[in-house]
């Protein structure tokens, strides 16, 4: 689930054969393949950042649950979105000198190109960045400073954000239209998701990154979901990578049935820390008796995932198998079928972002209560969207919604009045963001945890108290990992700048606890 056999340095390309896409051709499949980069990215972030543990019936889980990781534990993650950087640093080349034609292309491209290298940053921490995409030119690019890199970020999307701006008044730029296949040509939606992507860079690394401009277009951040979808179906190597990865191949089969949720996220759901049956429906098999387990714990008793995996709603009905795909498509949650759209990015993620924001004073005008409300409200939201974009039953999304504040009334993790401090406001924006990204982009729920300790754990404490291995060999208080290491590539390819002496326990990234 986290390798792939494309690696950002292809010794075997030959530089002397000219090759030539145009971007109408690239940007599409690009896209696509960001989805599958963010697949094996939520894997990840799933597997470490507490919201999945070892099933039963499975053995062999090594490092996965002592956290001693190896150069040799998800490498795809490197390769895969170097091979994808590629693709948009193409554009970039090829639009360089066709602009304004080329301008939304290029924008886009730009844009995209910063959001991959914050995944590889918040990942590695110190990267190839500036000497990077070079192809034959520079076959071992230095590293550059991860603080510097999140700045230059910023004024990629700065960049890119004046690209549309100016464009707007140009003749003869073509639109993008349905070669993008996550907005569909709509600009302003890519200037909110960079504005959304600069709120996230300027918030993660506060105080510990010098960023030239802090202000934000006025086309403000996402209101909805950014979902990559160049016409997933169920056909062979046209499926959601997500589906294809955790519920069934194409032809029916099981996919990955190694893990079940996490007792530790299960909480969230089931009343042990909160009380969120609207959720805990659309998020899991057979809620509220689904299995769960504390990772590392290996015992006869561990539940098997059952076929389609935990994270899969759907059931038999009308004589149709939903839990094969038969008729995939009307289901809501997080594997919603083989043809839902990827999310690059979730309109809860910005909510809660700008209310961090708001309460930190890096955004002025917003109200921090309104935002985490926002944010509850669209993370059901984007649960019970169809693939389609339509809301399965609005009655019951709004009777979840509401009830589920009911139930929770006297906990500040949801009812935002009762948050009286500073530290309890951040707490419950950053419990709930947790919560929203649970399975979606998981990654950055264990990024946000990496940064600021929330949600809170208990360590020693019980399955629903702490996420951390039984079994974790972590010397840290909190018994996890502080991040993964450099793929062995770069040991064999790239010896002389790749970082030495990083560890999976001491080694942070720059803006971690």
Known sequence: MGTSCKKYLNINDNPNQATAATPELILPQALTTTAGVLSGFNNYGMQVGGYGANAGGYGGFGTAISYNFSSNDYTGLWSGTYDNLEDYQAILDYTATQLPKYSYFSAAARIMKAYDFQLLVDTYNNIPYSTALTGANNLTPTYDDAATIYSSLAVQLDSAILTINNAASATGVTAMGSYDVMFGGDMTEWKQLANTLKLRLIVRAKGKSTFANTSFDAAGFLTTDALINPGFTRDNSKQNPAWNTWAYSYTGGDATKSWVPSTFIFGFYDGHTLLDSGR????????????????????????????????????????????????????????????????????????????????????????????FDNGINSSFQYLYELPDGSIKKTDTLSKYDSTYRADNSGSYLVNFDLATTTAMKLEAILTQKYIALNFVNSQEGWNEYRRTHYPTIITGGTAYKTFASKVSESTRADKLPTRILYPSTEGSYNPKNVPTNITPFSSLIFWAL
């Open 280 to 371: 805990g429906k659309a998020v899991y098999y057979q809620y509220p008796s689904t299995g769960t387990n504390q990772l590392g714990y290996e015992s006869v008793s561990v539940p098997k995932c059952p076929s389609g995996s935990f994270w899969y709603v759907g059931t038999t009905t009308s004589g149709l198998d939903h839990r094969k795909g038969a008729s995939a498509g009307d289901t809501i949650g997080v594997l919603k079928g083989p043809n839902a759209g990827f999310p690059a990015m979730l309109a809860a993620e910005s909510y809660f972002l700008q209310a961090e924001a708001a309460v930190r004073g890096i955004t002025s005008g917003g109200n921090a209560k309104t935002l």
